[in-house]
């Protein structure tokens, strides 16, 4: 029994411990390229996507691209049509291509080295030749696209009946290409408006400068190069973390020209030197030294595009009266710059606190409830109980915080609940859930273990499962955002990296301070009631919600993954259940040797569905609902343009506070109704997995988390940030607001 305990104990942990360190592998690997990429090496667009033409028959063209390496075509940019109305065309047949979620246009489906498109018609007995108009575009991986390509092919038809000359040969339509710019771009140099060279490098392209204006302001200068031209929503701003005193403010942008992109629809750009006040928020009125660090976008006028760009400038701020100190403007998070460090930490408490009511949290809670009862003999076992219980909270928190802050700062926009994006998490948080509700059932026991490590989980625990307990709870509390959470967790993102771990310990003092209590006052211990035979009743009863917990984590697997998914997880489940059960009965065997080696070769087996998840592709995007739009960069500014008031809804799978929100008002007839006598247009964005132009979202209105609501109003303006915790009065006020 107690070697039972140890080796089982250890293995939860190391699966976790491993599983986590794979995730985290992967998401760093999965991050955008922010690197410089040098243009020169680019090849020209016509021999990066080589184009030819096939006369199979009369009535049969085929196109073929040959792509160089390290290129590819997207298929839905691609198309071929006639020109002569002689030649009756049906739409072009392309072979499935590579899914791929793609930064400039989603998911999309692309092609590497080769494609072939087939267009059929019927061509009229009179014609002889015809000119076909053939589109495409493609990008580099190094991260640059080629704009859009337009090629005009005359092909020679052969006679009805007859075989094409040459039928299968190539019939090559190179353009004709009059400059080096040409050449890299396909298109005419007379066309590029002036751009008569290769693409610059993005420093000079871009160019960059900031200076310190008045205590509480900065002066931004972008000079884009003639030729090219700067995103102005694709640009934003930060302050290094150890200057958490100071957070910018709402640039002020001067009035931008309106563009239809290629890449993200209409969108506002600036052609040339553009100056942007910043206001800073302050804190205090000393001098300091400040690092801001900038990303921004930007093109080529009919050329490449660049990847996001990033600038750093160390900038001297003067001291600031006191009459200033404070910026007089509106925040980029106003959530996360009007408060102060106490102020956030109080939240963060408080939020905490609140954790132990969400439905994710409690099955573990009324495990540390059912032990402080059992201990409830001596106060100094339950003091030792609380205390071991809240430091595998709080170190939980801690560690969580670290990772999250220390991805954020390399360069991925991840907050609350990230980890809960990968489905080899998932699995594993599925297998953990199950393996304590067999334990609370009785097929197995954590027993004491190796070199001595605690007593049983459930009973009369010790430092190690108290410990443990508390890691649980955090795990299981990831998927949940509380009220007060959403500002103390802004509040940590934008600090310095001492004062966002403060944050986090103070959610997990929070999270465990019930038992705290419960072991520091007396009088709250007594309110317990006395140990008895009720309590292997209550233990067993209590494998249920764990039952149910790892269901919701297969339902998460199967909206991430699809159907195999769940096969793979249930297959594994089925694998630890035989190796747990395998493994208490060798304890009672006489061949205990045997037994518990066919149990460990179970339980290796149930690892092996692991692999299998993390390999298999990501799931298309889902339809939205009937009346809801899908959430894009590009629809959403198209409906800014319009001027429509859009109310846009960022949710997942596993958020459960998500999911509360749609129950109690996102799914109600109040609502329909409301948007619907608003003109609103309800955008909804699926998180439940990873999704590059989501977070850009997130990113944008420095949000840590899910769910994140926006209503923009009617006739274009920011939008409003509504609570996480949402009701119908909420959304009717804002809809009221935003119709004005």
Request: net charge neutral; charged share 15%; aromatic share 8%.
């Amino acid at each position: 029994m107690n070697g039972l305990h140890g080796a089982t104990l250890k293995t939860a942990r190391a699966t976790v411990a491993f599983s986590t360190a794979i995730a985290l592998f992967l998401l760093i690997l999965a991050a955008p390229c922010a690197r410089a990429v040098d243009e020169s090496d680019l090849l020209p667009v016509d021999q990066a996507f080589a184009l030819n033409a096939k006369v199979i028959d009369r009535n049969t063209i085929a196109f073929d691209w040959t792509i160089a390496k390290g290129y590819y075509l997207y298929r839905e940019r691609m198309g071929a049509m006639p020109v002569d109305a002689a030649f009756k065309a049906d739409p072009v047949h392309l072979p499935e291509g590579i899914h791929k979620h793609d930064p400039f246009f989603g998911n999309v489906q692309i092609y590497h080295d080769h494609v072939t498109a087939t267009l059929t018609g019927i061509a009229a007995n009179t014609v002889g030749a015809a000119n076909f108009i053939v589109k495409y575009q493609g990008c580099a991986d190094a991260g640059v696209c080629y704009p859009p390509q337009k090629r005009t092919l005359h092909l020679i038809l052969p006679a009805q009946g007859a075989t094409a000359p040459g039928a299968g040969n190539t019939v090559a339509n190179p353009p004709a290409i009059t400059s080096p710019l040409a050449a890299l771009t396909g298109h005419n140099t007379a066309k590029l408006a002036g751009v008569d060279t290769l693409p610059l490098p993005s420093e000079q392209a871009f160019g960059f400068e900031a200076i310190v204006d008045t205590p509480n302001s900065l002066l931004l200068r972008f000079t884009p190069a003639k030729g090219y031209y700067l995103y102005r929503d694709k640009t934003s701003f930060a302050i290094d973390g150890s200057e958490a005193t100071v957070q910018p403010g709402r640039p002020q942008w001067p009035p931008a020209q309106q563009r239809h992109d290629e890449h993200f629809g209409d969108v506002a750009v600036y052609t040339d030197l553009v100056e942007v006040p910043l206001p800073l928020l302050r804190q205090g009125a000393g001098a300091q030294r400040i690092t801001l660090n900038v990303v921004m976008q930007g093109c080529q006028i009919d050329g490449i595009c660049y990847p996001p760009m990033r600038r750093s400038v160390a900038l001297d701020l003067p001291a600031a009266d006191s009459t200033t100190a404070i910026a007089p403007s509106t925040p980029i998070n106003d959530s996360a710059s009007r408060i102060s460090l106490l102020a956030a930490l109080l939240l963060a408490i408080v939020g905490g606190l609140i954790l132990n009511l969400m439905p994710c949290v409690l099955p573990v809670l009324s495990l540390k409830a059912l032990s402080l009862v059992q201990s409830g003999e001596t106060r100094s076992k339950a003091r030792k109980h609380a205390l071991w219980y809240s430091a595998g909270v709080m170190v939980s928190f801690a560690a969580l915080g670290g990772i999250a802050i220390g991805l954020r700062q390399a360069g991925l926009a991840l907050g609350w609940g990230f980890q809960l994006q990968q489905p080899l998490v998932i699995a594993t948080l599925a297998y953990l859930m199950l393996a304590v509700g067999l334990a609370l059932s009785g097929v197995y026991q954590f027993g004491a273990g190796v070199a001595g490590v605690g007593q049983k989980l459930t009973e009369h625990s010790g430092p190690a499962g108290d410990f443990f307990t508390g890691v649980l709870a955090v795990v299981v509390a990831s998927p949940c955002t509380a009220p007060f959470m959403g500002p103390a967790l802004a509040y940590a993102f934008a600090a310095s990296t001492a004062m966002a771990i403060a944050v986090f310990l103070a959610l997990g003092l929070g999270l465990a301070l019930p038992f705290l209590l419960i072991g520091f006052v007396p009088a709250l211990a007594s309110r317990l009631p006395k140990p008895g035979a009720w309590m292997e009743t209550l233990k067993q009863v209590l494998a249920f919600p764990m039952y149910l917990t790892a269901a919701w984590m297969v339902s998460i697997l199967a909206a991430q993954r699809g159907s195999d998914a769940v096969l793979y997880v249930l297959t594994g489940a089925v694998a630890l259940a035989l190796g747990v059960w395998l493994w208490e009965r060798g304890r009672y065997s006489t061949r205990q040797h045997t037994v518990r080696a066919v149990a460990v070769l179970a339980l290796l087996v149930a690892a092996l569905p692991l692999v299998a998840i993390e390999r298999l592709p990501t799931l298309a995007a889902r339809a939205p609902e009937q009346g809801n739009v899908a959430y894009s960069a590009a629809k959403l500014a198209e409906l800014r343009s319009k001027g429509e008031i859009v109310f846009v809804d960022i949710t997942a799978d596993w958020c459960i506070t998500c999911k509360a929100n749609e129950r109690a008002v996102l799914s109600r007839p109040a609502f329909v109704d409301a948007m619907r006598k608003a003109g609103a247009v309800y955008m909804v964005g699926d998180y439940t997995d990873v999704d590059q132009p989501i977070t850009d979202f997130l990113s944008e209105h420095q949000a840590v988390g899910i769910p994140l609501y926006v209503m923009y109003p009617r006739g274009g303006g920011e939008g409003e940030v509504l609570p996480n915790i949402l009701t119908q009065s909420i959304v009717d006020d804002a809809l009221l607001r935003a119709s004005k």
